[in-house]
């Protein structure tokens, strides 16, 4: 755990959030500045800066699989969005690697904005 990461604070339990799903390896929560009707962060339990340093190839497949699992959960039986921001030049805003599960409505096309 980073005692100055905000998303290992949330996952230590010493902020609060709105946790929809969580075992062993990630905890998955609503993000509170949505993007699209439906907005969760899945995030891992371990601090992993970036995807850059994401060298787990279990971790990896387990957040993969469950990315359908949880859509199918919150009704987005129509499709969803994935979004991986990787350094500050791309998007990334907490240092806390995490993927963006969006969904609900019409997300548009390529120009949509994170």
Same mark, same amino acid.
Request: hydrophobic share 40%; aromatic share 6%; proline share 5%.
């Given at each position: 755990?980073?005692?100055?990461?905000?998303?290992?604070?949330?996952?230590?339990?010493?902020?609060?959030?709105?946790?929809?799903?969580?075992? $062993?390896?990630?905890?998955?929560?609503?993000?509170?500045? @949505?993007? #699209? @009707?439906?907005?969760?962060?899945?995030? @891992?339990?371990?601090?992993?800066?970036?995807?850059? $340093?994401?060298?787990?190839?279990?971790?990896?497949?387990?957040?993969?699989?469950?990315?359908?699992?949880?859509?199918?959960?919150?009704?987005?039986?129509?499709?969803?969005?994935?979004?991986?921001?990787?350094?500050? #030049?791309?998007?990334?805003?907490?240092?806390?690697?995490?993927?963006?599960?969006?969904?609900?409505?019409?997300?548009?096309? #390529?120009?949509? #904005?994170?």
């Amino acid at each position: 755990m980073n005692t100055d990461c905000l998303f290992c604070k949330i996952i230590a339990g010493k902020l609060p959030s709105e946790q929809v799903y969580s075992d $062993e390896k990630v905890v998955v929560f609503k993000d509170i500045n @949505p993007k #699209a @009707p439906i907005h969760l962060l899945i995030v @891992p339990r371990t601090h992993i800066i970036s995807l850059n $340093e994401l060298d787990d190839d279990d971790l990896t497949v387990h957040m993969m699989q469950l990315l359908p699992k949880l859509a199918k959960d919150q009704g987005l039986n129509g499709g969803f969005r994935t979004v991986i921001n990787t350094g500050p #030049a791309g998007g990334q805003i907490v240092f806390h690697f995490h993927i963006h599960l969006l969904g609900g409505g019409n997300l548009g096309g #390529a120009g949509f #904005a994170m």
